[in-house]
């Protein structure tokens, strides 16, 4: 399942997940409709800063509860519309969404953390995945990745993972709140992209 807008190719892209860094999770539930959709304290001031970057954002997130029969596509659709317009209110302009729809039993190429949709939307956008970073809260995100030579970057208080094991966050860059994410974003973009333009030297002069 696809949102896209038209966008002028770059190499580097800022993949970005949605539940638990976007918008808030619920406990022990999913997000079924806008009104249960609460964006992460500060995320909508930093994504308008990653904004400034002008590389393309895209959303990679997977959504089992349409799998499960809680959710329409439909109803995924009204709730993505809502939130795309409240970040381009901002001046936030996502590139593309992506969605994977199945549970976790289905064993679908799909969900992260395996990487199908990061590989897709690098074959859309013509993106050099290892110059590339993936912004999620946990260790799917981590390893859907790290999969595919893209740069992960951990966001958030409540970082999950399938594991009690921390072996998946060994050098992972992490931003706790919604201040840092700019800052440690753009270092691991410029890791990146050693001596490339596509991230300016001095673009931390805006915090």
């Not at 860094?21 to 308008?48: K, M, P, T």
């Not at 729809?101 to 990061?118: S, T």
């Not at 993972?161 to 840092?180: E, H, I, N, T």
């Amino acid at each position: 399942m696809i949102w896209s807008r038209e966008q002028s190719r770059n190499d580097s892209a800022i993949f970005i997940d949605r539940d638990g860094v976007i918008n808030c999770r619920r406990a022990d539930d999913y997000v079924l409709d806008w009104s249960q959709f609460v964006f992460v304290e500060g995320i909508r001031e930093a994504l308008r800063e990653l904004a400034s970057l002008r590389l393309p954002m895209i959303l990679i997130s997977n959504q089992s509860a349409i799998g499960r029969g809680l959710l329409e596509p439909a109803e995924l659709e009204g709730i993505t519309k809502r939130m795309w317009k409240t970040l381009e209110q901002d001046g936030t302009l996502l590139s593309a969404a992506y969605f994977c729809p199945h549970r976790p039993d289905e064993k679908c190429v799909c969900r992260k953390p395996q990487p199908e949709l990061l590989k897709q939307a690098a074959a859309d956008f013509a993106i050099d995945l290892t110059r590339s970073v993936l912004i999620g809260d946990s260790d799917a995100d981590v390893k859907a990745a790290q999969a595919v030579g893209c740069h992960p970057v951990l966001f958030g208080q409540g970082l999950t993972a399938c594991s009690d094991s921390p072996q998946w966050m060994q050098d992972v860059p992490v931003a706790r709140s919604a201040k840092d994410l700019f800052e440690v974003t753009v270092g691991t973009l410029q890791k990146a992209n050693p001596g490339a333009t596509a991230v300016s030297p001095d673009v931390t002069s805006r915090r």
